[in-house]
């Protein structure tokens, strides 16, 4: 059964950091892209960075441009999410999403929709 799981998420102040994980198991994760989304209380989920199966390409919103930064070890199975410079609206849960197959158009990475596979969230709150 394909899993992922995240980590890292917790409490931190408004300028602080914070470095998820989503371990992933049981598929070839190397053949798959990676997202992260979040969810706010009350607003729908939102896409926030992109990781293409190679690392060669990555994609970010433009709310977290700049601050965040996705990686991906291969070794590790792992793909992490490194927050900096966080600030109260980043505050949600977190999720990553996989998925490995062909996709029709330019933008499909931003919808939830077109991802596969999903892990169950973390919690990333960041106080004022």
């Known amino acids: 059964e394909v899993q992922l799981v995240e980590s890292g998420g917790g409490l931190v102040q408004t300028g602080g950091s914070l470095r998820l994980s989503c371990q992933a198991s049981e598929f070839t994760f190397e053949d798959y892209a990676i997202a992260w989304f979040r969810q706010a209380p009350g607003k729908e989920r939102e896409w926030v960075c992109f990781i293409s199966s190679s690392a060669g390409k990555t994609y970010y919103a433009d709310s977290v441009k700049g601050r965040f930064t996705i990686s991906r070890d291969h070794a590790a199975n792992t793909v992490y999410l490194q927050m900096n410079i966080l600030k109260p609206e980043d505050t949600a849960v977190y999720y990553c999403?996989?998925?490995?197959?062909?996709?029709?158009?330019?933008?499909?990475?931003?919808?939830?929709?077109?991802?596969?596979?999903w892990g169950q969230g973390t919690q990333v709150t960041v106080s004022s």
């Open positions: 999403a996989a998925d490995g197959s062909l996709h029709a158009h330019t933008y499909w990475y931003k919808d939830n929709d077109e991802w596969r596979y």
